[in-house]
């Protein structure tokens, strides 16, 4: 039986787990609580978040880390194979696959996002990235793309050609070449699973108002979150599409605003990991296009905290109300990371979702 993806259920603010395959998750720091990213860790991780109704599970793709002295997000697994056995210990949560286009050939993504979709009953998710960071590229031979979302259009285009063709696909274009190529099954999800892209810039966002079903931004300040649902609704209505926008953000929860400002103080400033801090800004600042430019300057915390993500930090009551700020903006959903899943999402998910609920935002 088909199920119907998550991200087309009912919740009008769709919630997910972000990061659970990486070391660290995004917090960058030294507590001895911080995230390692055992496989263990990251099957209780989903299946508490699969208990709890959240919609889905989101990793990164990371091949080299950023240094300091705990080497953070080096230890990372492929997305491919952690969703697939994810999909098998799991009954209705989503998980996606975060893909590096120039990296990954399409005829093998599409055979293996086929796999995960059959295996989660229609489940699966794609998260299509260029790529950002040359360091991880020379580790594979290979350049950076100067128009990486020219190239990921005909990796999508492959994609969904190679699961709607029932005849042998010869394909000639700028960045790939096939002749007879064949993948079957193909994904049970029609035309393909669901597909997001998290970029910022222009051409990426054209990108995703064209070829994708979601876009996921950040954004610093809450008075300018809505600016960003606005220009992707531009790009998309210029090619007669409607894109849902989605937003990452970390999270502390606590009893109490001074227990949640204290611990946040704690992690992401007195014991933050700066040599990896600063290898990750300089990356950023100098080859992605991920944040709003000043971000690096004004809150080096929240990179610490969690990869530049805007900060939900408190009690449960003032963290749904920010939630349900950023749902008024036209946000379709959140990205959620932890210092700690395992430890911090039970109390996140028994008082927070209740809340959210009363506010008329999840069923």
Known sequence: MI??????GPNRLKLGVFSTNADGGLAITDVPERWTASWQDNLTAAQIADRAGLEFMLPIARWRGFGGRNKVREFSFETFTW????AAATEQIGLFMTVHVPLVHPLYAAKALATVDHVSQGRAGLNIVCGWNPKEFGMFGTPLVEKGYDQAAEWIEILERLYASSEPLDYEGTYFRLKEAVSRPASLQVPRPVTMNAAFGGPGRDFAAARCDYLFTTFSEMSDAGKHVADIGERAAKVGRDVGVYTVAHVVCR???EEAQAYYTRYAVTMADHEAVDAHMAGK???????DPHSYDRYRQRFAGGAGTYPLIGTP?????DMAEIAGHGYQGIALSFVNYTQELPYFCDHVLPLLRQAGLRQ
Not at 83 to 86: G, I, K, Q, R, T
Not at 317 to 321: G, K, L
């Open 83 to 86: 969703a697939a056995a994810l």
């Open 285 to 291: 600042k100098e080859f992605s296009q991920s944040h």
């Open 3 to 8: 199920k119907t993806h998550p991200l087309h």
């Open 317 to 321: 009551q003032t963290i749904a109300a």
């Open 255 to 257: 009893p109490t605003m």
